[in-house]
Nanobody
Framework: QVQLVESGGGLVQAGGSLRISCAAS????????MGWFRQSPGKEREFVAA????????IYADSVKGRFTISRVNAKETVYLQMNSLKPEDTAVYYC????????????????WGQGTQVTVSS
């Protein structure tokens, strides 16, 4: 199956921007919807954004709508999450995940996960 590796996390000041990436390898990337989730200490993993194989518009959690943009370049087997107007509450480990089928907010529908990349937003 496909393997996923996230990169691009780091420390950024509130109001700043960051773009994180998720590179796929192994079995074909074709047909997978991709999602971004995040988890901060003491909290459950939560949905952030997702995009179907055919791209088009993504779906977003209300907390990030208008600030974050998910995109993908299938030829590069890479998915991106552009994060603008970052807030301290966006601090978390961000995970990308793959699901065969349409983009969904349902964590249980994703069966391949990356190891995560830390994003820290200072106030």
């Amino acid at each position: 199956q496909v393997q996923l590796v996230e990169s691009g996390g780091g420390l950024v000041q509130a109001g700043g921007s960051l773009r994180i990436s998720c590179a796929a390898s192994g079995r074909t990337f074709s047909g997978y919807a991709m999602g971004w989730f995040r988890q901060s200490p003491g909290k459950e993993r939560e949905f952030v954004a997702a995009i179907s194989w055919s791209a088009g518009g993504g779906i977003y959690a209300d907390s990030v709508k208008g600030r974050f943009t998910i995109s993908r370049v299938n030829a590069k087997e890479t998915v991106y999450l552009q994060m603008n107007s970052l807030k301290p509450e966006d601090t978390a480990v961000y995970y990308c995940a793959a699901s065969l089928g349409l983009a969904t907010m349902n964590l249980a529908r994703y069966d391949v996960w990356g190891q995560g990349t830390q994003v820290t937003v200072s106030s």
